[in-house]
């Protein structure tokens, strides 16, 4: 059974870089569209990126200069950089990946559980 | 302010029917087959529903539809039980420049 676990610093300061690493245990990360998703608290949804294992990557638009999303497929990981964050950056980030090998259907079929990121000093 | 407009709640007695409707442009639902739906419960990810519109993943219940017309995507839960109270969101790509579109979300009450 596939499963996915965000990870990284709990509290990050105004204008430092938010690095967080998803791993994937029990399948691989090869074949696969994957995505970041967050959530403010008590907000709703925002897509932050979209990547295929090959690293293709599909930014949002209003993120893409602070940002890069990544695949280490030797480490079975994918990873985010949001450069320059401020505290409208604090949210529950999730990973999250396509249900179907090879396919594009922008939808995000297997989550993890999330991990909350605060900005502040 | 999203870019898909969603009512803000919905509500209906177990056993009744409700839709939730997610209305955006010409740019995006209206553009593209690639509207999905996700269920969160409070504290958890969201779960995906219905993905391109009406395709239903492994293990959803059937009581789950979705469908559009023009530029409105809905979202049909028939024989509303109780479990079924969550916040609903609905997502299209946008094309290459817009990306991703969520909608503010829709808390369900079952009542």
């Known amino acids: 059974q596939v499963q996915l676990q965000e990870s990284g610093p709990g509290l990050v300061k105004p204008s430092e870089t938010l690095s967080l690493t998803c791993t994937v245990s029990g399948g691989s990360i090869s074949s696969y569209y994957w995505s970041w998703i967050r959530q403010p608290p008590g907000k709703g949804l925002e897509w932050i990126g979209y990547?295929?294992?090959?690293?293709?990557?599909n930014y949002n638009p209003s993120l893409k200069s602070r940002l890069t999303v990544s695949i280490d497929t030797s480490k079975n990981q994918l990873s985010l950089k949001l450069s320059s964050v401020t505290a409208a950056d604090t949210a529950v980030y999730y990973c999250a990946r396509e249900l179907f090998p090879y396919t594009s259907s922008w939808s995000a079929g297997l989550w993890g559980q999330g991990t909350l990121v605060t900005v502040s000093s | 302010q999203s870019a898909l407009t969603q009512p803000a709640s919905v509500s209906g007695s177990p056993g009744q029917s409700i839709t939730i409707s997610c209305t955006g442009t010409?740019?995006?639902?209206?553009?593209?087959?690639?509207v999905s739906w996700y269920q969160q419960h409070p504290g958890k990810a969201p779960k995906l529903m219905i993905s391109?519109?009406?395709k239903r993943p492994s293990g959803v219940s059937n009581r789950f539809s979705g469908s559009k017309s023009g530029n409105t995507a809905s979202l049909t839960i028939s024989g509303l039980q109780a479990e079924d109270e969550a916040d609903y969101y609905c997502c299209s790509y946008a094309g290459s420049t817009n990306f991703v579109v969520f909608g503010g979300g829709t808390k369900l009450t079952v009542l």
């Open positions: 990547v295929y294992y090959s690293g293709n990557t």
């Open positions: 391109e519109g009406s």
């Open positions: 010409s740019s995006d639902v209206g553009n593209y087959n690639l």
